[in-house]
Structures are given as structure tokens and as C-alpha cells.
């Protein structure tokens, strides 16, 4: 499974409560409480970025930044107590991109995290993207199947560039109401006729999806497993 966010914490409490946080604002997130946790979460899981505490029950963040980066470029942000220069400095310099001092205001930090996200989203628009027979242009809006324009209205488009950009992310209905139809007076209906004028075009099956996946009652997701 896909997660925007993995929290590596173990303060239990803080962890669990800023977890659910995140995810009642639109943001997939998990929470890990130690270093052996977030190995066997890893392997069976996507994190996009990574919250990660400096001191974990079982060992250092700093140590675990240091082994992720040696394969992996997913941001890093340190939450940490220890507020002193030189151990965010530390943090910086072993491969954090950014460091969040305790106790932390949780729309601070959604806020940062979200923004991240969007950056991530913006380095992974370049190029094409594939599933399917299909392939994606983001920068030239062009989609295309075997090669040829697939027959969708400027709306839908627009709708399906959106969901592919923030793919495997649930994007909420309000969000896709601003950010596509950039009003917020846009009946559900409309939206939910928009989805499935779209899944008849792209989907094998338009009523069992493989990739817009509804979570009922929230939004959309673009379910892409990346190669």
C-alpha cells in the first residue's frame, strides 16, 4: 500500500494522535514506533516522505536517515525535542530536509508536509507516465492509448491530469472542486458523472476500477504502483 506520510515515533500517544490528524485532513498517513518497525512496514509498504524522531526506542534517527538515503531520496522531515543548532544542524547534514521542533502545532506541520508533497508531485510531472495501454504527457496534457488521443472532454481531463499528478494520494472533493473546477459550488453529482465518463474511457471494467479508486464519502485516488 501507498502512504503520503510514514511517522516514525515513539512517543505512541503523539504519534497516533498526529496520525489520525493527518489522515481526517486528506494526507494517507501511518505510524511506526522504532526502527525494526519501520523496516517490516517498508517491506510490504510505500512511504512518498518520512517523520522521523531522532531518539527511537530501538536506535538513532540520525543513524536511519544516514542507511535510507543510501538508497532512498524520500524527503525526510526530524521532529525532534532537541531544539539545540547543532543537533538540527546534524539533522540537515546527514540528509533531513527539514527539522520540526517539540511540541509542534499540528496545521504547522500538516501544512509543511502538505507542501512537500506538492513538491514531490511537481519533480514526478516530468516525462511520461504509463498504465495500462495507456501513457501520459503531463507537460503536453496528452493521453493517449496505443499511441492515439483517447476522446476525452476538456473537463475530463483536466479531472484526469489532476488525479494522475497527486496519484496515489487521496485528493478529497473539496480539493478537486477548487483545484479543477477552481469554484466550490460544484454539485457532488456533477463530479461523480465526470469519474465515471472518465473510467469508461480508461477502466476494463468501469465498475470494478483499477485505477480511480473511490473512498466513499472523502474523494478519489489515481492508484498507480510505481515500477
Not at 477502466?203 to 476500477?209: A, I, T
Amino acid at each position: 500500500m501507498v502512504y503520503d506520510c510514514l511517522i516514525i515515533e515513539d512517543e505512541v500517544p503523539l504519534a497516533e494522535n498526529t496520525c489520525k490528524y493527518f489522515n481526517l485532513s486528506g494526507v494517507k498517513t501511518a505510524a511506526v514506533f522504532g526502527i525494526k518497525e519501520y523496516y517490516e512496514f517498508i517491506n510490504e509498504n510505500t512511504a512518498r516522505m518520512l517523520l522521523l524522531d531522532i531518539n527511537l526506542g530501538d536506535g538513532c534517527g540520525y543513524n536511519l536517515c544516514r542507511q535510507i538515503r543510501e538508497n532512498e531520496q524520500m524527503p525526510i522531515i526530524f521532529i525532534s525535542c532537541m531544539t539545540e543548532e547543532e543537533n538540527i544542524l546534524l539533522g540537515l547534514s546527514v540528509g533531513g530536509d527539514d527539522f520540526i521542533c517539540k511540541p509542534y502545532s499540528l496545521q504547522i506541520l500538516l501544512a509543511k508536509v502538505k507542501a512537500m508533497l506538492r513538491r514531490i508531485t511537481v519533480g514526478d510531472d516530468l516525462g511520461n507516465i504509463s498504465f495500462g495501454d495507456f501513457q501520459v504527457n503531463i507537460t503536453d496534457e496528452a493521453v493517449l492509448k496505443n499511441k492515439e488521443q483517447v476522446p476525452l472532454k476538456r473537463m475530463e481531463k483536466k479531472l484526469l491530469l489532476y488525479l494522475i499528478k497527486n496519484r496515489n494520494r487521496l485528493v478529497t472533493k473539496e480539493e478537486l472542486f477548487k483545484e479543477v473546477w477552481q469554484e466550490t459550488y460544484v454539485g457532488e453529482g456533477t463530479l461523480n458523472v465526470h469519474i465515471r465518463k472518465i473510467r469508461e474511457k480508461i477502466e476494463n471494467d468501469p465498475s470494478h476500477p483499477d485505477y480511480i479508486i473511490t473512498e466513499y464519502g472523502k474523494g478519489y485516488m489515481f492508484l498507480l504502483k510505481e515500477k
